[in-house]
């Protein structure tokens, strides 16, 4: 069984608009989380990661974590082109700092 | 440029053949890794290395195996590759493991088994 659970499997949000990616640990041993975005033909690039409570913003990005509900997003605010990518959300293993991927969101921005 | 290198882009072979493949990191960590990418894009962790010690290996067949040379070098050797086996390889480099740090990925190399 997965250790963690994204969603949508893939999302469509006009240039400009707000995107917003979600993601669930079913494991509570997972108390960091990372947004890793993939573009085509590329290896994972880390946007940020989250430990605490509450938002943390970089940017355009914007991430939430709710531990009680292990219950992470990602929130992208005037979402360009270049932002058309696979996001994932991963979970850290503390002792090996090892990444449990979700199984990813396609997110398309139209022009 | 400081980066993770790995080689070959893409390597196409048949069932049974062996394979290797190579990773290297001009970042100065202490920890790598090897990932699998299926073709439904979800990725798994194989192995992970801290100063050319194995130090997870998460239920991979025993047809792989990884070698260190260094803590700048991580390579993959499969023994005789099975269709299952087709999938894009990623290796990523970290500082040492327990502190949560930022992983780096390669470009990865697709492996196709025909």
């Known amino acids: 069984q997965q250790k963690v659970q994204q969603s949508p499997e893939s999302l469509s949000v006009p240039e400009g608009g707000m995107a917003s990616l979600n993601c669930t640990s079913s494991?509570?041993?997972?108390?960091y989380f990372w947004w890793y975005r993939q573009h085509s033909g590329e290896g994972p690039k880390a946007l940020m990661?989250?430990?605490?409570?509450g938002d943390k913003k970089e940017g355009r990005f914007t991430a939430h974590l709710n531990k009680a509900s292990l219950h992470v997003s990602l929130h992208i605010r005037d979402s360009q082109p270049s932002d058309s990518a696979l996001y994932f959300c991963?979970?850290?293993?503390?002792?090996?700092?090892?990444?449990?991927f979700g199984s990813g969101t396609k997110l398309t921005v139209e022009p | 440029e400081t980066a993770v290198f790995q080689t070959p882009n893409y390597h196409v072979t048949q069932v049974g053949n062996e394979v290797s493949f190579n990773c290297k990191q001009t970042l100065g960590h202490d920890t790598m890794y090897w990932y699998k990418q299926d073709s439904k894009k979800l990725l798994k962790i194989m192995f992970s290395?801290?100063?050319?010690?194995?130090?997870v290996n998460e239920t991979v067949p025993r047809r792989f195996s990884p070698q260190s040379s260094d803590k700048a070098h991580l390579n993959l050797r499969i023994k005789s590759v099975e269709p299952e086996d087709s999938a894009v390889y990623l290796c990523?480099?970290?500082?040492?493991?327990?502190?949560?740090?930022?992983?780096?990925f390669g470009p990865g190399t697709r492996l196709t088994v025909l």
């Open positions: 494991d509570r041993n997972f108390q």
């Open positions: 991963a979970a850290v293993m503390s002792n090996y700092n090892v990444l449990y």
């Open positions: 990661s989250i430990f605490s409570d």
């Open positions: 990523a480099s970290s500082y040492r493991p327990g502190n949560y740090a930022e992983q780096f």
């Open positions: 290395y801290n100063n050319k010690q194995l130090i």
